[in-house]
C-alpha cells in the first residue's frame, strides 16, 4: 500500500472533549478503539507517531487547554517518545510546525484519523495533499457527527461520513477499509 518506507500515523483531535457534544449522535462510536488498534501496530513497528491536539481559542470550548477535556482519551493517549502537534486551526497544517516536522523526518505518506472526519481530517487530508503528501484515510479510524443544513434538514451522521470520505477518495486521498502493513 505504501511506496515509502516511513508512512506516519497523525491521530487528530482524539480528545475528552469530543465527547461533550451529546446534543448529535455520531457515527463509527468505536472509532478510538480502532485507533488504538491501529496505534498498537504502529508502535510495533516502531514507525514515526503524531498526535495532534486541538487547542481552542474560545475559553469556553471543551477543546481549551485549560478545560479537563483538553486531555487525550485514554485509548490514544501519546507516550513519550510520539509527538505531540497542538493547533488552534482546523488543519494540523496552520499555525503549527507539522510540515517541517514532517519534512525534516522525509515523511511523504500520512496516514490519517481521527474526530471529525468533516472537520479537523477533511482539513488536514486536504492541505496535505496540496503540500505533496500521500494521505491515507482507513474510514474505520474516523468519526463525523450529524449536522443540521441552513434550511433546518437533518443529515444522519452515517450520510456526512459517506459525503466527506467519499469526496475526499481518490482525489485528496486514498480511503482504505484498513491500513495493510
Request: charged residues 20%; hydrophobic residues 35%.
Amino acid at each position: 500500500m505504501f511506496h515509502t518506507n516511513n508512512p506516519a500515523l497523525l491521530i487528530i483531535d482524539c480528545q475528552l472533549a469530543i465527547d461533550s457534544f451529546d446534543n448529535s449522535i455520531r457515527c463509527n462510536p468505536t472509532a478510538e478503539s480502532e485507533i488504538s488498534k491501529l496505534l498498537d501496530i504502529w508502535r510495533q513497528q516502531q514507525m514515526p507517531v503524531l498526535h495532534i491536539r486541538h487547542s481552542s481559542k474560545s475559553s469556553n470550548s471543551p477543546y481549551h487547554a485549560s478545560k479537563p477535556s483538553f486531555a487525550f482519551k485514554p485509548e490514544v493517549f501519546p507516550k513519550d517518545n510520539e509527538t505531540i502537534i497542538t493547533k488552534s486551526e482546523n488543519c494540523a497544517f496552520v499555525g503549527t510546525n507539522l510540515k517541517s516536522y514532517l519534512d525534516s523526518q522525509e515523511i511523504k505518506e500520512l496516514v490519517v484519523c481521527g474526530v471529525l472526519t468533516h472537520h479537523s481530517v477533511d482539513a488536514t487530508v486536504r492541505y496535505a495533499c496540496a503540500l505533496g503528501y500521500n494521505a491515507y484515510i482507513p474510514e474505520n479510524c474516523t468519526a463525523s457527527f450529524s449536522i443540521t443544513t441552513k434550511s433546518g434538514c437533518v443529515i444522519s451522521s452515517d450520510l456526512v461520513q459517506d459525503i466527506f470520505l467519499t469526496n475526499l477518495d481518490g482525489e485528496y486521498c486514498q480511503v482504505v477499509d484498513r491500513v495493510a502493513m
